[in-house]
């Protein structure tokens, strides 16, 4: 192997796309440092908390963040889902895919969150509040999706029944969110004498309603950050397969 | 104050921790795209000569 | 663009359509659904496999939930409900596991595809074929936990939300399950699949249930039946759009 080839012609051409992904990562950095600075600086402590419980409700601003990241990943793997069993253009189940892993890590870290911050709340690691419960089941949902296509070989295949799955997947949610309300309004609250329907109790000022806005700005900057470099990746990684396929 | 810090690192592990697999499964990539295109050029160096 | 052999060419949904209306019509739809469900109801009656395996799973279940919880709970009607819903979903996979296994093992599958009418007949002949199976499996399940729990369910809205929910469940898991048929995790992948999108029908009927059972909050239960209904509905017609997609290729 002549070490000419290697060094004459670069196995990565950069374009439009690199700039672009340049741009939108240290957008998302600095919004998650703005996030940082926010919630725990500029954001004013709830005034009818005390204690742990007063530092504990900083963690609503990564909860609702993350929350909205998920909810945006799951969009956009629905707008993917749709758009390749129109089109069948394999670059759309990609952004389904990086969609859904990316909406996967920001589920998880929503019902993290919410799990860390319900123990000093309510005192209690879980509680089956509607959108916690949603946010779990479609969790579910997207780890499932991402095993389905492990199991099936052929990319087309993959495409196809992922898109299926992930649209019957989509349209269970709102069912699901509004199940699990009105489960909750005839079922007496069986934890502590707190409603966990509530937003935990904290009187909202101004200041937390703009850091919540920069939770918003932030993950939803960092979703699409984390999404479009995970997209040109697995075009690159098709790209590589289709190359050994033809080598081989 | 634990379960703050808890809430925050964890959520940062969870973004570093997919930063990490994305950035190995690149390495990854990369080299394999390089080693086939060599493998190409050489075929279609072998094919012009032949 | 970065693509693999690309697939045939798909009908658009009007040549569907106009399919039906050439090759028969509704006669030869219905008369096709009509068959596919004759063929494994008949099939089954035959090999009696997937009613054995589901009804001897429920029994096992609801004993051994009866057992597990014995004594925990004061009184064993509070989770009967549960009890009754987790078991029909555990005890359906079972079922729809096998709708198109058997077709995909034995390699009739192209026979079955072979027939000019809409792939949905086949849908909906499998659909009709794992409720009759499933609703058979439920008809075993409630005198079960009537001795079990000491908990009667024979009520006719009870009845009637336990057919809602299993029409719904079928409907998305017989879609599924033409998925699932052909890759290589099979039969662990499809209860994976299904179960988190059927947690609205879970919820439904464990409502709908625990209202029958405790007969308090009458007035929500047509707001849970209603959620059954629109679960059915668009899941239905959705799967009806979509189930052509399932074997593309073939």
């Not at chain 1, 806005?213 to 979703?223: D, G, N, Q, W």
């Not at chain 3, 469900?37 to 096992?60: C, I, N, Q, Y």
């Not at chain 3, 001795?147 to 939300?161: A, C, Q, S, W, Y």
């Amino acid at each position: 192997m002549s070490t000419t080839t290697l060094s004459a012609r670069p196995a990565i051409r950069t374009g439009g796309w690199d700039v672009a992904q340049l741009v939108l990562n240290l957008l998302a950095l600095a919004g998650m440092v703005a996030l940082m600075w926010a919630a725990l600086i500029y954001a004013r402590p709830a005034s009818n908390l005390s204690g742990v419980e007063q530092a504990a409700q900083r963690i609503f601003y990564i909860h609702m963040g993350c929350n909205f990241g998920a909810l945006a990943a799951f969009l956009v793997s629905l707008v993917g889902s749709i758009v390749y069993l129109i089109t069948r253009e394999l670059d759309w189940d990609r952004v389904t895919q990086a969609s859904v892993e990316v909406g996967t890590l920001c589920g998880i870290g929503t019902t993290l969150t919410g799990a860390i911050w319900a123990k000093p709340t309510w005192n209690t690691y879980w509680t089956w509040d509607p959108r916690l419960t949603t946010v779990t089941i479609t969790l579910l949902i997207y780890v499932a999706y991402l095993l389905f296509r492990n199991g099936i070989d052929n990319r087309h295949t993959r495409a196809r029944f992922g898109s299926i799955y992930a649209l019957f997947a989509f349209l269970s949610i709102p069912m699901t969110y509004f199940s699990a309300r009105w489960f909750r309004t005839i079922h007496p609250v069986v934890f502590g004498g707190e409603n966990a329907e509530g937003q935990g109790g904290f009187a909202i000022g101004p200041s937390m309603g703009q850091t919540v806005f920069v939770a918003m700005i932030a993950f939803c900057l960092l979703f699409s950050a984390l999404m479009i470099a995970r997209w040109r990746q697995l075009r690159l990684q098709d790209r590589v397969e289709i190359l050994r396929e033809e080598l081989t | 104050m634990t379960f703050l810090a808890a809430a925050f690192i964890g959520v940062w592990v969870l973004v570093t921790g997919y930063l990490i697999f994305m950035s190995q499964r690149q390495r990854q990539l990369e080299q394999e795209m390089r080693t086939l295109e060599e493998l190409l050029a050489e075929r279609n160096k072998a094919g012009r000569r032949a | 663009m970065i693509e693999h052999a690309p697939p045939p060419s798909l009908p658009p949904l009007e040549t569907h359509r106009a399919q039906m209306q050439t090759e028969g019509g509704w006669g030869a739809y219905r008369a096709k659904v009509w068959a596919v469900m004759v063929k494994d109801l008949r099939a089954e009656l035959r090999a009696k496999e997937v009613f054995g395996l589901m009804a001897t799973f429920s029994v096992l279940a609801v004993v051994l939930f009866g057992l597990a919880f014995d004594l925990r709970v004061p009184n064993s009607a509070m989770i009967a409900p549960g009890v009754l819903w987790v078991v029909i979903l555990f005890a359906g996979v079972l079922g729809l596991n096998r709708t198109f296994g058997a077709e995909v093992d034995r390699g009739s599958l192209a026979a079955l595809l072979l027939a000019p009418v809409d792939r949905s007949a086949i849908y909906f002949g499998k659909l009709l074929a794992n409720l009759v199976f499933l609703l058979v499996t439920e008809a075993l399940i409630l005198p079960v936990m009537l001795v079990i729990f000491d908990v009667n369910l024979f009520h006719p809205t009870l009845l009637l939300g336990l057919l809602l929910g299993t029409i719904g469940y079928v409907a998305v898991g017989t879609l599924f399950a033409a998925m699932t048929a052909s890759i290589r995790t099979r039969e662990s992948m499809l209860p994976v699949l299904l179960l988190p999108v059927m947690v609205p029908v879970l919820m439904a009927g464990v409502r709908v249930s625990a209202i029958l059972i405790d007969g308090r909050g009458q007035n929500d239960l047509p707001r849970w039946l209603g959620m059954l209904v629109a679960y059915d509905a668009i899941f239905l017609i959705i799967a009806f759009l979509v189930f052509d997609l399932v074997w593309e290729e073939q």
